[in-house]
C-alpha cells in the first residue's frame, strides 16, 4: 500500500510545487530587468551556498552546524526520496543511504526544534513556529518507510495503522516542504534562497572581493527612472531577493535605528517589500514591528506606490547607511541599495527630504559643501602650515584629500595632526586647495543621485589635470565614494584612509614615534572603513605601534555598532527612544577605556556630541602626531603595501 501511496503524494506534491514556481517567477519578473548569467550562475550556486552563505552563518556555531545537518539532511533526503520511493528503485545501498540522510535531518531537526522553544525575539514566530515539527515529521515518515527497502523490516510490517499514520506523515512532510517552498510558507526561502544566490544582482561579491558602491542611475537617459516608487520599479532579482528573506531577524538584531527605537526595523522592511510583490497587508507579519508603529496599517501591490503604502517617510529615513544589516544576512540581501533606491525617488521626484536634508542639498549646489560655507574658506584652517597646492606643483606622491571637515573646528585639529604626520615622515604630498569641492557622499546617501553626479565629474575633471600616485583622506566616507563610486563615471584612482598610509609609513621607519602616556585606549570601527570597506588592521597596527594594547568593546571589527553620522541619518533626524551615539557610548564606558581612538570626522562629531562625563575622543592621527619624537629617523620612501583586511569581532 505504502509502495502506491507515497509516489502518488511526492509526485502530487513536486507537480503543486513546479506550478508554484512558475507563478513565483512570473511575480518576480514585475520588476525591470537586469541582467545576469542566467546558466553561469545557477553553475556558480552551490559554491555560493557552500562557501559564501556558510561564511556568514559560520558566525553562529550552533545554527551553522544545525543548518548544515539539517538542510543537508533535506536535499539528500528528497532526491533519494524521489528515487527510492517515487520510482520505486529498492535498493539496499540506497535505503541505507535515504535512513542515513532522513536520521541526519531528523537530528539538525531537533536542533531547531530547541532553538524555537523559547526563540530570540528577532525570530519572526508565526508559521515559523511549526517548521521544526514538519521537518521531524517529514524525516520520521520516511526513515519507517524506508525500514523494509533496507530489509530491516519485512514489507507489509505494522498493517493498516501504522500505512495510515506514515500516509499522513508523508503527506503533512511534503506539503510544508516540497509544495510549500514555491507556494508560501517556511520553507519559501529555500527555492527563493538558491536562486538568489545563482542570480544576485550584486555577484561580484561572491568572487572573493568586495561590492559596497552604490549602483548609479543613468541620467542621460530618458527612459531611466529616478529612483523607486513601486515594488515593481525594482529590478525582477531585487524582488527575487526580497522573497529569500529566512526572517531570521540577524538584520534586526544588528540595525541600530531599530536598537534606538527608530521606525525602522530591516527584517520588516524587507517582508513589506514581499507583500508588495505579493499584494496584500502586513497584518499576518509575526515578527518585531517597526517600533511606534503596530502591524496591520500597512498595505499595497506591485502598482501602487510604497511610500505611505506599504511603509512611512520616516522608515527609510531612519537608516544611517551602516550595512550592518547586510554584512549579517544570510541570505545576502542588500537592504541598503533597496533603502537608497526608495530615497531616490522622495529627493529626485518628490523633493521630500525631510527636516534639514532639502538645505544640505541647496548648499552643496550652490556652495560645493553641505554647510553652506563660503568656498573660498577651504583653506584657512592650513593658513599658516605653507602647504603645497597641486595647482602649482602639477604632481606629487600623495595627493591630501581634505573632505568638508576642513569647515569644522574640531575636525581641523585632525587635518592639522596629518599634516604634522606626513611632513615628519617626508611625504611629498599637495592638497587640491579651493578646487577641491565636496565628494558627494552625503548627496548621493540622502538620494540626490544628480546632484551627487555632478559632484563626482567635477572632482573627477580636476584630479584629471594632475598627476599624483595615491590619495589619502581622513574621512572613511570620502574614501569610499573615490575609491569604490567614482570608477563608474572614469575616476579610477589608489585611495586610502589615513589609518592605512600612516601605517605603510610606520613599517616602512619613516616615522620616530615614542609610546602613548595617556590612560587606557578602545578603537572604534568606522562603518565605512570597516563593513563597506574591510580594513581593521591598519587602525589596530597603528596603534600598537604606539604602545597601545587596545580595549576592545564586544561590539567591533565587523560589527562595530554605528555612530549615528551616516546615511545622512543626522541631517534626516529621525526620532526615537535614544540617540545611537549614546548607545555606542556605553558599549565604550563598558570597557572602562580613559580615551576613544577614532578615524572618522563624523564619529568624532557624534561621539563628542555624547553628554559628558565620557571619555576622550581623539583621531589616530592627533594620537600619532602627539607621539612624534623630536628627531626623525631617515625616511625612505614608503610603498604601497598590498594588505588582506580581516575581520575583527
Known amino acids: 500500500m505504502l509502495n502506491t501511496l507515497i509516489p502518488i503524494l511526492l509526485f502530487a506534491a513536486l507537480g503543486l510545487a513546479v506550478l508554484g514556481a512558475l507563478r513565483r517567477v512570473r511575480m518576480w519578473r514585475q520588476g525591470r530587468p537586469s541582467k545576469v548569467d542566467l546558466f553561469g550562475g545557477l553553475l556558480a550556486m552551490p559554491r555560493r551556498y557552500m562557501v559564501d552563505l556558510h561564511h556568514v552563518v559560520a558566525r553562529d556555531k550552533y545554527m551553522a552546524n544545525t543548518h548544515v545537518a539539517t538542510a543537508g539532511g533535506f536535499v539528500l533526503a528528497a532526491v533519494l526520496a524521489i528515487v527510492v520511493h517515487g520510482f520505486g ?9 535515504l ?83 514555491t507556494w508560501g510558507g517556511p520553507m519559501k526561502h529555500a527555492f527563493a534562497g538558491a536562486l538568489h544566490l545563482a542570480w544576485h544582482r550584486r555577484a561580484e561579491r561572491f568572487n572573493g572581493g568586495r561590492s559596497t558602491g552604490l549602483k548609479p542611475i543613468d541620467l542621460e537617459d530618458p527612459q531611466a527612472l529616478l529612483g523607486v516608487e513601486k515594488p515593481k520599479d525594482f529590478t525582477w532579482n531585487q524582488l527575487l531577493g526580497f522573497d529569500a528573506c529566512v526572517q531570521c531577524g540577524k538584520c534586526e538584531a544588528a540595525c541600530p535605528a531599530f536598537a534606538a527605537g527608530q521606525p525602522l526595523n530591516p527584517k520588516k522592511l524587507i517582508q513589506d517589500m514581499v507583500v508588495g510583490l505579493a499584494g496584500g497587508t502586513d497584518a499576518k507579519f509575526a515578527g518585531s514591528p517597526y517600533p511606534g508603529k503596530p502591524v496591520g496599517e500597512h498595505g499595497g501591490n506591485p502598482h501602487q506606490p510604497i511610500v505611505n503604502g506599504l511603509v512611512d517617510a520616516e522608515t527609510l529615513w531612519s537608516c544611517t547607511t551602516c550595512r550592518a544589516c547586510v554584512e549579517e544576512c544570510p541570505m545576502m540581501i542588500e537592504h ?56 602649482d606643483t602639477q604632481s606629487t606622491d600623495v595627493l591630501f584629500w581634505v573632505g568638508d571637515g576642513a569647515f569644522d573646528m574640531r575636525n581641523q585639529r585632525t587635518l592639522r595632526a596629518l599634516v604634522k604626520v606626513l611632513k615628519a615622515a617626508q611625504v611629498d604630498f599637495a592638497v587640491l586647495g579651493l578646487e577641491e569641492r565636496d565628494s558627494g557622499d552625503v548627496a548621493r546617501r540622502l538620494g540626490d543621485e544628480a546632484t551627487f553626479q555632478q559632484l563626482a565629474r567635477r572632482n573627477i575633471q580636476t584630479l584629471g589635470k594632475y598627476s599624483f600616485k595615491r590619495i589619502v583622506t581622513c574621512d572613511p566616507h570620502s574614501f569610499h565614494v573615490l575609491k569604490n563610486e567614482y570608477g563608474a563615471f572614469g575616476g579610477e584612482y589608489q585611495v586610502q584612509h589615513h589609518s592605512t ?149
Open 89 to 97: 528503485l529498492h535498493s539496499k545501498i540506497l535505503g541505507y543511504a
Open 336 to 391: 541598503v541599495d533597496a533603502i537608497v533606491d526608495m530615497r531616490r525617488h522622495l529627493t529626485l521626484e518628490k523633493g521630500a527630504t525631510p527636516n534639514k536634508g532639502a538645505e544640505v542639498l541647496d548648499n552643496l549646489i550652490a556652495t560645493d559643501n553641505p554647510g553652506g560655507f563660503a568656498p573660498g574658506g577651504r583653506m584657512n584652517w592650513a593658513a599658516d602650515l605653507n602647504l603645497n597646492l597641486l595647482a
Open 501 to 649: 598610509y600612516i601605517a605603510e609609513l610606520i613599517g616602512a621607519g619613516a616615522l620616530n614615534l615614542g609610546q602613548h602616556k595617556g590612560g587606557s585606549v578602545t578603537y572604534h570601527d568606522p562603518c565605512y572603513l570597516g563593513r563597506y570597506n574591510g580594513e581593521y588592521q591598519a587602525p589596530r597596527e597603528v596603534l600598537r605601534a604606539l604602545g597601545i594594547e587596545v580595549k576592545e568593546m564586544q561590539r567591533s571589527g565587523l560589527r562595530s555598532r554605528c555612530c549615528g553620522g551616516g546615511g545622512g541619518a543626522p541631517i534626516t533626524d529621525i526620532p526615537g527612544k535614544q540617540r545611537i551615539p549614546d548607545m555606542r557610548m556605553e558599549d565604550i564606558r563598558e570597557t572602562a577605556a580613559e580615551l576613544v581612538a577614532v578615524g572618522c570626522p563624523q564619529c568624532t562629531a557624534m561621539l563628542e556630541g555624547v553628554v559628558e562625563p565620557r571619555p576622550l575622543i581623539k583621531d589616530l592621527a592627533e594620537l600619532v602626531a602627539d607621539a612624534l619624537l623630536e628627531e626623525q629617523a631617515p625616511s625612505s620612501k614608503p610603498a604601497p603595501a598590498k594588505r588582506e583586511p580581516a575581520e575583527v569581532h
Open 99 to 181: 535512513l542515513f540522510a532522513t536520521a541526519l535531518m531528523f537530528a539538525g531537526a531537533v536542533f531547531v526544534y530547541k532553538r524555537r522553544l523559547n526563540p530570540p525575539s528577532r525570530l519572526s514566530k508565526g508559521p515559523w513556529m511549526r517548521l521544526p515539527k514538519s521537518l521531524l515529521v517529514f524525516a520520521a515518515s520516511f526513515f519507517i518507510a524506508t525500514l523494509p527497502v533496507a530489509g530491516i523490516l519485512p514489507e507489509g510490517f505494522g498493517g493498516w495503522l501504522l500505512v495510515a499514520l506514515l500516509g499522513v506523515g508523508v503527506l503533512w512532510g511534503v506539503s510544508e516542504l516540497f509544495f510549500g517552498m
